[in-house]
């Protein structure tokens, strides 16, 4: 008899504890967020994937295609295309692409590029079928963030032509000893 007392008491006083939880909760402001509709607003130090930074003056890209962030890269993630433009001594790039799901976020590549072209990105949106669905285009972003910002979309730079190469006389042996 005592037993049962004992354990009908005890549940009682879980009973209590548990309400006491949920009353203490349901006073208090909501954190949950309805997400789509409601956002979080992100940490400035958010890391995702890396971008370009849009140069104040130009309305474009810094990046010179020296492919710093190519070779430093850990996880060999950062593919960087570029061409001499015709006029500069500089190289533009034309094409950028980083496989995100091999991106550790270390941050070096933004750390070593010389141009400051690279920033993490507030992307935290990103769904995939398949790991080419992480192959990330970051110049085809550049230019949609234009096309957003109502800037001129970036376009391929013309390359310089190539100068013709001499070809070196090689001596064929005729007649040599
Ligand atoms: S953050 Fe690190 S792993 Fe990711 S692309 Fe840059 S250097 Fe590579
Ligand atoms: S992003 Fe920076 S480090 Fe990478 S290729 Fe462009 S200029 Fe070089």
């Known amino acids: 008899m005592m037993a049962y007392v004992k354990e009908t008491v005890n549940g009682f006083i879980s009973l209590l504890a548990g309400l006491a939880v949920t009353i203490r909760y349901f006073v208090k ?16 130090r958010y890391r995702g994937h890396i971008e370009f930074i849009i140069d104040e003056e130009t309305g474009s890209h810094r990046c010179t295609a020296c492919e710093n962030c190519m070779r430093t890269c850990p996880s060999k993630v950062i593919t960087v295309t570029g061409v001499k433009v015709a006029g500069s001594k500089k190289k533009r790039a034309v094409t950028y692409q980083l496989d995100y799901s ?5 941050g070096l590549c933004v750390e070593v590029c010389p141009t400051n072209a690279l920033k993490f990105s507030d992307e935290y949106r990103l769904a995939g079928y398949s790991r080419k669905d992480m ?6 972003r550049l230019q949609a963030q234009q096309r957003a910002l109502g800037l001129a979309e970036e376009v391929p730079p013309i390359p310089e032509p190539e100068e013709p ?7 064929t042996g005729e007649g040599a000893a």
């Open 102 to 106: 091999l991106c550790s976020l270390c």
């Open 165 to 171: 190469k001499v070809k070196a006389e090689v001596a």
């Open 135 to 140: 192959v990330i285009d970051v110049m085809a």
């Open 29 to 44: 402001p909501i954190v949950t967020v309805q997400y789509p509709r409601e956002k979080l607003t992100l940490s400035p």
